[in-house]
């Protein structure tokens, strides 16, 4: 029972109502067991898997789906490697047939240098998902008139990059974050690019509808103790921007009263 | 005959449905999804599609990622 408070809505992708505002990312951990561990730590209710062919020589031996407990997270397969619309749609398709959910995150790279998205291609796919009855959630760059054109095709909700996919850089330009959560009307979610946990409570700030990450909790030295910070990161930051901070000033505005001083305390 | 299997070429019994290859493989067929000749081949319908010479199948299923 969340106290009275504390209290805010959830954050609806799809079918989906989500307490965490914190997505989180199964790649890169050192073991399932791990992985799940950092996932419940984490507090997400949502985590994100990749869609690649079966390993035809190795022993099929445990996979990464018996870690992760479908009763408990919703399952967001992405498009990632994918580097024109086709074959992202083709994958999302896939991954529609393992998991039997509607959501899929779409990404459409451009190169393999950046990683950073494709606008043509990724427009042209979320067009056609969407048409297919995905909820679509696009991985996109911090560009405010390609995220509502995103949202003029009916997708779920834009996923602006902070920085750089696993570059650690967080949010670069918090200006163009903020322009795009005020042109679409849809769930506006940081992915890719944090580095650490200050970086989701600053996203979190900006008032932004959730944060999606991976590398920085699963590349830390500590994953689990990350995974925590990242949690406290993004309700510290989400309860921050509910608060109403105050404003920026220049010059000092004392906390203690300046009148009742003792004789000679005040200003010379 | 021969199709092509996640890019190689292999050797599969003739009248093989997608779903007995599934199987063969020692796959789990609920973690895996088809794709024949690049479209997909939807679970309920794995039975009926049965493999032809020359196909190119997709064997895929969800794996740690971003």
Redesign the interface.
Known sequence: MTEEHLRDGSLVLGDARLKSRLLV?????ASFEE?REALEISGTECV???????N?DA??GP???DFVDRERYH?L??T?GCFDAASAI?TA???R???DTRLVKLEVLGDEKTLLPDPVGTLEAARELVAQEFDVLVYCSDDPRMCVHLAEAGVTSVMPAGSP??SGQGVLNPNAIRIIQELVDIPVIVD?GVGTASDVAAAMELGVDGV????AIASAREPLRMAEAMKLACAAGRHAYLSGRIPRKLYANASSPLEGTIDGAGPN | MKIQ???EAREIPASCTVASLVTE????P??????LN?R?V??DLREKVELQDGDEL?????????
């Open positions: 990312g199964t790649g890169k951990y992985t994100t898997v990749a869609v690649r062919r079966v035809l022993s099929q996979s990464l789906l399952v397969p992405n990632a083709r398709e896939l991954a047939d393992v998991l996919i696993g890719a999606l990450l991976n590398t | 299997l996640n890019g493989l020692g796959l789990r609920e973690q895996v999804a088809v794709e690049r997909l939807r679970r997709e064997l895929v299923t969800l794996v740690g990622g971003g």
